[in-house]
C-alpha cells in the first residue's frame, strides 16, 4: 500500500521512530528478564530448596535410626532377660520418647505381641487408639515377616507397611494425623530368643519439615502457591504442604519422571498441572533414607505465573506505557502535522488562484517559522505580481493608445492628400491665368466632399471602436434589418458598382436586439463584399432561420476570395488589405454580435464564393451592454 497523505506519512514517521524503539527496547529487557529469572530462580532457588528438603528429610531419618538403636538396645535385654519394667526404664530415659514416638510394640520370633510402650493420653479416646494399634499378635503382617527374614538388623517399613497400624487404611484422609512412620527392626537372640521391635513415629515430624520449606518459599521467596512435598519412587505424594496433595494424589507424568531420575542433587522440570497451569519443580532424593529401606525424594514444585508475576507487572507497564507513548504522539503529530499542513493547504489554493490570474491573492502568516517565512515570501510574489500586472496593463493601454493615434492620423492622412493636391492645382491656375481654374475649383469642391465624407467615416470607426454604450433593445425583424441594408445601399447601386440581392428566408422572424447596431455589423459585412465582388459582380444576403429560434445571416459574394494567410487575422482590429482600410470594420462587427450573444465567421473563403455568417440566439440569450 503506498502511503499518500503527508499527514499519514508525517504520523507513520514519528511513531516508528520514536514509538518502535521503545517497545523493541522494552521486548529486549523483557527476554533478558524472562531468562534471569529463569537462572536466579529455577536454577537456584529451587535445586537448593528440594536439596534442603530432602537434607532435613534425611536428619529426620538419622534421629529416629539413632534413637531406635537405642531402643534396639533395650529390647535385646527384654527378649534376653524378660523384664518389661527394666524396659520401660529404659525408654523413659530417651529424650523425648514420648513426643517422637507414638508406639514401641515388641513381638517374639513367632509374632505374639509381648509388650507395648504408647504415648496415648490414658483417657478413653487414647485407649481406644491404642487397642487399634497393639494387637495380640503380628505374624504375617508384611512389616513383621519383612523384619524377621531380613538379614540386616534394621528394616525400615513406611507407612504402607503398617497398615495395621495405620488408622486410616485406605489412605484417603488429608489430615496428617492419621499417618505415621513405621520402623521395624529385628532383634536377634538365641533360638526362641528373636523377635522384633516396632517403632511408630508420627507424621507430624515429617510434616514439620515439608511445612518449613513451603512457608520459606511462601514467606521469604514471596511465591504464595509453593508447595513442598515427599514422594515415593513413583511419584506418589506421602506428605504435602498442601492438604490436598495427600490421599494419592497423582502427579503429572513429566514430575514423576523427574521425581523417578532424582539423585540428591536436585533434578528441575517444568510441568503443565491440567487444573493450575505450568510448574516449575525440583526434586533431589533423600540419599541416607534409601540406603534405610526409606526411598523418598523431596520436591519442591513453583506456579509459573507467580515466578513471571514480575514480568506480566512489567509487560503491564510496558503494554500501558507504550499505549500511552503510542496515543500522545499520534495525537500530537496529528496537531503537528495540521499546524503544518494547514498554511501548505492555504498556499496550494493560492497557488491555484494565481495560476487563474486572481493576482491579489494573500495568505495568512502564522507565526515566526519557516512556513511563515514561505507564508510571507509568497505575499510579497503575488504581491509583486500584481503590481507587475498593472504596470503592464498600463503599458499595454498606452501602446494601444498609440497604435490607435498612429492609425488615425495614417488614416486622416490619406484624405488630405487629394484636397491638398486639388487646392494647389487650383492655387496654380489662378496665378497663371489658367481657363481651367472653374473646372479645377470644382473638382476641388468635388474632392473636398468626398474626402470629407471619407474622414467623416473614418471618425465613426473609430468612435464605434472605441466607444462602449449601452444596448438599447427592441423588436426587430429580419425584413426589416434587410430593408435598412437596402435602403444605405440603394444610391451606391445607382452609381453601378456590385449588385446587391436579399433572399429573405426568415422575413417575418423577429429578434430583441439593439437595430442600429446590428445594421452596422451588417453593414461592415456587405461593405467588404460589395468592395470585394466590384463593379460587375454580386452580393447576396440570405437570412434564415436556426434550429433553436435563432437567425443566420449570410452575406455572400463573388469576389477574388480571401487569401489563407489573412483568413486567420480577419477579426483583427487594425487588420486590412486596403489602402484607404482601417481594419477595424470586421473587429466591430465582432463586438457587435458577441454583445447580442451571437457569433460571426467566415463560412467560405473561396474565389468566388466569399461567405460570412452571423448568427444571433433567440431573444432571451441578448446580452445587456454593447461595445
Ligand atoms: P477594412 O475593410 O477596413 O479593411 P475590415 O475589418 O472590414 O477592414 O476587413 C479586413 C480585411 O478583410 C479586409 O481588408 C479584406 O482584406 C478582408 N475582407 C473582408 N471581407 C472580405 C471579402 N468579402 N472578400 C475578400 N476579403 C475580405
Known sequence: MRIRSLTARFVLTLLLSTALPFLVFGLIVRVGMRERLEAQVVRVLLSDQSALL?????????????????????ARKLIADGDV???????????????????????????????????????????????????????????????????????????????????NPERSSRDPADYSIGLAVRIAGDAGRSGVVYVVVPWHRVQQIVDDVAARLRGDAGFAGSVAMVCDPVGRVLASSARERYADHAPPAALAGAIRTATPAANLVSFVDPADGEHLAGSARVSRGAERGLDWRGVVEIPARELFATIRDFDRVLLGLGAFVFGTLLVWSLIASRAILRPVRDLARATREIARGAVDVRVRVRGRDELAALARSFNGMSAQLAQSRDELSKTAREAAWAEMARQVAHEIKNPLTPMRMSAQLVQRARREGDPRVLDLADRLARTVVEQTDQLARIAADFRQFAGKRELRLEDVTANQLCDDLAELFAAEQEAGGASLEFVRGAADASLRVDRGELRRALVNLVQNALQAAGPGGHVVVVTARTDDGGLVFTVRDDGPGIPAESRARLFEPYFTTKSAGTGLGLAIARRIVEAHGGTIGLVSADPGCTEFAVVLPGGSRLSPSAP
Open 85 to 167: 519394667a527394666a524396659f520401660e526404664r529404659e525408654l523413659d530415659l530417651l529424650p523425648g520418647f514420648h513426643s517422637d514416638f507414638q508406639v514401641v510394640l515388641v513381638a517374639d520370633a513367632k509374632g505374639d505381641v509381648r509388650i507395648t510402650v504408647d504415648s496415648f493420653v490414658n483417657d478413653g479416646q487414647g485407649r481406644a487408639a491404642r487397642e487399634a494399634m497393639t494387637p495380640a499378635s503380628v505374624a504375617g503382617a508384611d512389616w513383621f515377616e519383612g523384619a524377621m527374614a531380613a538379614q540386616r538388623s534394621l528394616v525400615w517399613t513406611d507407612r504402607h507397611l503398617s497398615e495395621f497400624l495405620h488408622r
Open 54 to 74: 530432602a537434607e532435613r528429610l534425611d536428619g529426620l531419618t538419622d534421629s529416629i535410626y539413632r534413637d531406635a538403636s537405642l531402643i534396639e538396645l533395650a
